[in-house]
């Protein structure tokens, strides 16, 4: 996916392009702290944190946290300096700001979704793993995302990736951002985890470290920010992602559930697990070999707060989505949106990267990702300004 000089296109609001009479985006932190920070739509992305050329906005990956703050005191939290001169980055990063699905839609595909696309505008769904033992082992599911990322870089569409490690030693299983730039450290960060990592903020370092063709891998939230970027014409800072990898999420939860619940009910110490998966159930694995399963009602508690809101389920304006609700644990659900995932994809199969089946050989799948997806478009307000006026429906 290329950055491309197209002008973004929308009927309302104070950015409103029309023939002839193209006016500036003049919206700023201002807006976005009325309009997304303060009314809950925020997701906790930090496309804005990246995107700020003055370094005036914060972050912090902590319990009831993972939302963007302003860092300078002189108009208060509410308000930015730089934006009351003209700086208008945050909100030209922000995938929940305004008409953001339909602007990224547009970039993408060329028209926006219709209603009965309830996961978004796609190519193909496939059922996928990775041909290697090694790396199916340790990814999750089929394996298919460390098997993208490695043949992505061997074959030079990326030099790195923003991706997610557990901290220290992995025994916190605390989510952080990261940059993963050879299989070793691809590999590192396989597996799931179902507290929040903002991969974006991994881009500062990317770049320190010299890369310039990145792809990113995360959520709905997150695999947004580049064509939001790219269709609010950003600049410099929307470049370097090349390839977009996104995970079918649901929700993710607060870091205190491993405490609160997991081991203070359950008895079960985080660093004493091994791996965790979602399957209709919290499945997680100790290191004495015993598994356990949470019913995942007892989990909503600790929904992350930025999820709440969240209507991307599917990641809809990634170039390949992922995720793991088939009814096997061994093949990975993988729904090729554009053009690139295409090409991608179709190399991959065609060298023996992995192995690919039709997504109709699991329809139990493919309609729980629709239903989910429906569910969570339900989550998004009425209130919200320019409010997407295109619901979905079941697809016949």
């Given amino acids: 996916m290329a950055v491309t000089d197209q002008d973004p296109v929308t009927d309302e609001g104070p950015y409103a392009l029309s023939a002839g009479n193209k006016e500036r985006w003049q919206l700023q932190w201002k807006e976005l702290y009325d309009e997304v920070i303060t009314t ?175 792809a990113l891998v995360g959520m709905g939230c997150q695999s947004s920010v580049p064509p939001i970027m790219w269709s609010r014409k950003i600049g410099k800072v929307g470049k370097p992602f090349i390839l977009n990898i996104g995970l079918l999420c649901s929700k993710s939860f607060d870091d205190s559930i491993f405490d609160e619940l997991f081991l203070t009910k359950y008895g079960l110490p985080r660093e004493e697990m091994t791996k965790m998966n979602i399957k209709g159930v919290f499945q997680i694995w100790m290191k004495d070999g015993s598994y356990h399963e949470i019913n995942l009602k007892e989990c909503h508690a600790w929904t992350r707060d930025g999820c709440h809101l969240c209507p991307d389920f599917a990641a809809e304006h990634a170039d390949i989505s992922t995720g793991g609700i088939g009814e096997s644990n061994d093949w990975t659900l993988t729904v090729v949106r554009t053009d690139l995932g295409r090409e991608i994809i179709s190399r991959m199969i065609g060298d023996g990267t992995i192995v690919a089946r039709p997504g109709d050989e699991d329809l139990g799948a493919v309609a729980l990702m629709h239903k989910l997806a429906m569910k969570s478009r339900d989550r998004w307000p009425t209130t919200a300004v320019d409010f997407p006026k295109n619901r979905a429906t079941q697809p016949a």
Avoid at 75 to 84: A, P, R
Wanted: aromatic share 8%.
């Fill in 40 to 214: 809950g739509l925020c997701t906790g992305c930090a496309g804005c944190v990246i995107s700020c050329p003055h370094d005036v906005i914060g972050y912090e990956h902590a319990p009831g946290a993972y939302k963007p703050f302003h860092l300078e005191e002189e108009l208060g939290l509410d308000d930015c300096i730089h934006g009351q001169k003209g700086c208008t980055s945050c909100t030209r990063a922000c995938p929940r700001f305004r008409a953001w699905e339909p602007m990224a839609d547009e970039h993408l595909f060329a028209r926006v979704r219709r209603a009965d696309e309830p996961s978004g505008i796609y190519q193909d769904v496939l059922l996928t793993r990775a041909s290697d033992d090694m790396v199916h082992e340790m990814g999750q599911d089929g394996g298919f995302v460390s098997a993208l990322l490695i043949w992505a870089l061997k074959k030079g569409y990326i030099d790195a990736a923003l991706t997610s490690y557990l901290e220290g030693d992995g025994s916190s299983w605390k989510a952080v951002p990261g940059v993963a730039a050879t299989k070793e450290e691809i590999l590192k960060g396989a597996g799931s985890r179902y507290t929040y990592s903002a991969n974006t903020l991994a881009l500062p370092e990317a770049i320190e470290r010299g890369f310039s063709k990145l």
